[in-house]
C-alpha cells in the first residue's frame, strides 16, 4: 500500500501570500494516480487537481501541481480568503486508494 | 450537472450494521465507479471502497471483512453496509462518482478521480 505524508501539518500564511504544500509517497507512483483535494469547514472535498499537475473543472489558476516519482507539490501562487482550508493529497491505482493525512492552511 | 445525496440513520447502535444510500441525479451510472469515503471527526479521509455500475468491487484492506458496497442503476443509486460497528466508525459518510479523465487532446488517458462528491452524512455510533 502506498503510504502518503505531507508537510506540513499546518501552514501560516497572509492573504496574498504564495503557499506551497508538499505531498510524498512510500514509493515511486506515476503521475496519472496523484490528485488534490481542497475541504473548506464543514464542505466535501472538492477535486483540485488531477494527474498531478492538470487543474479540475472551475479551478483557478493560482492552483498549479508539479512533481513525478514520489514528491508532489501543490502551489496557491496568491492566497485569496476563500483558499484559507485543508488540502489532501491522494493516490488511485488499480490496487486502491489512499490519503495523505492533510495540510491545513491558516491564517496568520 | 451530476449531484449526490447520501441518505441514511444519522445514529447507529454499536454491533449494528451502518446502512448508507447514495442517490445520483444528473446523469448516467454507466460506465463510472462509484465510491464511499469517510471522515473521523477532526480526521482526516478515509477510503472505504468502490463499485462499478456492474457491481464489481474493491476495498480498502483494513475495512475489507466488514463492507459490502453495492449499487442499483435502475434506481441510480448505490449503496453501503457496514457490519459490526463500534464508536471508532462515527463518521462523516461521502459518496463520489470517479470520472475517467483524458488530457487535452482528448485521447490520453490521464487516470481516474474523485470529481463530484455528495454534502455527507454525520453517522454516530452509540447506544
Known amino acids: 500500500e502506498i503510504v502518503l505524508t505531507q508537510s506540513p501539518g499546518t501552514l501560516s500564511l497572509s492573504p496574498g501570500d504564495r503557499a506551497t504544500l508538499s505531498c510524498r509517497a512510500s514509493?515511486?507512483?506515476?503521475?496519472?494516480?496523484l490528485a488534490w483535494f481542497q475541504q473548506r469547514p464543514g464542505q466535501a472535498p472538492r477535486l483540485l487537481i488531477y494527474?498531478?499537475?492538470s487543474r479540475a473543472t472551475g479551478i483557478p489558476d493560482r492552483f498549479s501541481g508539479s512533481g513525478s516519482g514520489t514528491d508532489f507539490t501543490l502551489t496557491i501562487s496568491r492566497l485569496e480568503p476563500e483558499d484559507f482550508a485543508v488540502y489532501y493529497c491522494?493516490?488511485?491505482?488499480?490496487?486502491?486508494?489512499?490519503f495523505g493525512p492533510g495540510t491545513k492552511v491558516d491564517i496568520k | 450537472q451530476v449531484q449526490l445525496q447520501e441518505s441514511g440513520p444519522g445514529l447507529v447502535k454499536p454491533s449494528e450494521t451502518l446502512s448508507l444510500t447514495c442517490n445520483v441525479s444528473?446523469?448516467?451510472?454507466?460506465?463510472?465507479?462509484w465510491t464511499w469515503i469517510r471522515q473521523s471527526p477532526g480526521k482526516g479521509l478515509e477510503w472505504i471502497g468502490y463499485?462499478?455500475?456492474?457491481?464489481?468491487?474493491n476495498y480498502n484492506p483494513s475495512l475489507k471483512s466488514r463492507v459490502t458496497i453495492s449499487v442499483d442503476t435502475s434506481k441510480s443509486q448505490f449503496s453501503l453496509k457496514l457490519s459490526s460497528v463500534t464508536a471508532a466508525d462515527t463518521a462523516v459518510y461521502y459518496c463520489?462518482?470517479?470520472?475517467?479523465?483524458?488530457?487535452?487532446?482528448?485521447?490520453?488517458?490521464?487516470?481516474?478521480?474523485?470529481?463530484?462528491w455528495g454534502q455527507g452524512i454525520l453517522v454516530t455510533v452509540s447506544s
Open positions: 463520489a462518482r470517479i470520472g475517467d479523465y483524458f488530457d487535452s487532446s482528448g485521447f490520453n488517458y490521464v487516470g481516474r478521480y474523485f470529481d463530484y
Open positions: 444528473g446523469g448516467s451510472m454507466r460506465s463510472y465507479y
Open positions: 463499485v462499478y455500475y456492474s457491481g464489481s468491487t
Open positions: 514509493q515511486s507512483v506515476s503521475t496519472t494516480s
Open positions: 494527474g498531478a499537475s
Open positions: 491522494q493516490h488511485y491505482d488499480t490496487s486502491g486508494v489512499t
